[in-house]
Every structure is written in C-alpha cells, then in structure tokens.
C-alpha cells in the first residue's frame, strides 16, 4: 500500500491507496500554474483526483498535493468527454491513458 493524503470535493481529507488507483490522465493543472497533473481513478471511492507536482526549486525540490476534481473540471482542463469518464467508470483497467502534456 502506497498511502496519498488528498483534498475532496466537500473539503475534507482523505487518503487513497495509490497502488489501488488507475491512471486516467497526464497533463498540466489548471487549478495551479505551472504545475505538471496525473489524474487517476479510485474505483473504491468512483471519484478522480488530481496529483500535482510544482516544478522543481533551483535545489531539484518539488511541493505536491493532491486534490479530488470534478467531471466538468476534467471536461474543461484535459477534454475528456462524459462518454471517456464513463468508460473509465465501467472498466478502469481497460483505460488507455491519454497523454495531454
């Protein structure tokens, strides 16, 4: 089990297992600037939460956190459809990950 902390919707945090997660997609957040995104999928919880990195400090370190996000916020930053959610729904292990970077 690899335990990630995160924000969700309601704003109360919660953790996931991120070896129980499935990887959606990869791109760049539009909640912070700059910063790289993965969204995956939590099959236990149906819901999709963003990991962000910041881009590396001038020392090589990076802030990241996590944060659970809408189907309108995936629609608006990354263009998948309704019908591409749903399908993640459905079955999440045969997702191909779209690459939006």
Same mark, same amino acid.
């Given at each position: 089990?690899? %335990?990630?902390?995160?924000? /969700?919707?309601?704003?109360? /945090?919660?953790? #996931?297992? =991120?070896? &129980?997660?499935?990887?959606?997609? =990869? ?15 939590? $099959?236990?919880?149906? &819901?999709?939460?963003? =990991?962000?990195?910041? %881009? $590396?400090?001038?020392?090589?370190? &990076? ?10 916020? #995936?629609?608006? /930053? ?13 079955? $999440?292990?045969?997702?191909? #990950?779209?690459?939006?970077?």
């Amino acid at each position: 089990m690899i %335990p990630c902390n995160f924000t /969700a919707l309601d704003g109360s /945090a919660q953790e #996931l297992d =991120l070896d &129980s997660v499935f990887d959606v997609v =990869l791109g760049y957040s539009t909640q912070r600037s700059g910063w790289t995104a993965t969204v995956v999928f939590d $099959p236990t919880r149906g &819901s999709f939460i963003e =990991l962000r990195s910041a %881009p $590396p400090d001038y020392r090589g370190n &990076s802030s990241e956190e996590a944060e659970e996000v809408s189907d309108q916020y #995936l629609n608006d /930053a990354f263009q998948l459809s309704v019908a591409q959610l749903d399908a993640v729904r459905h079955a $999440p292990a045969k997702w191909i #990950l779209v690459n939006r970077r």
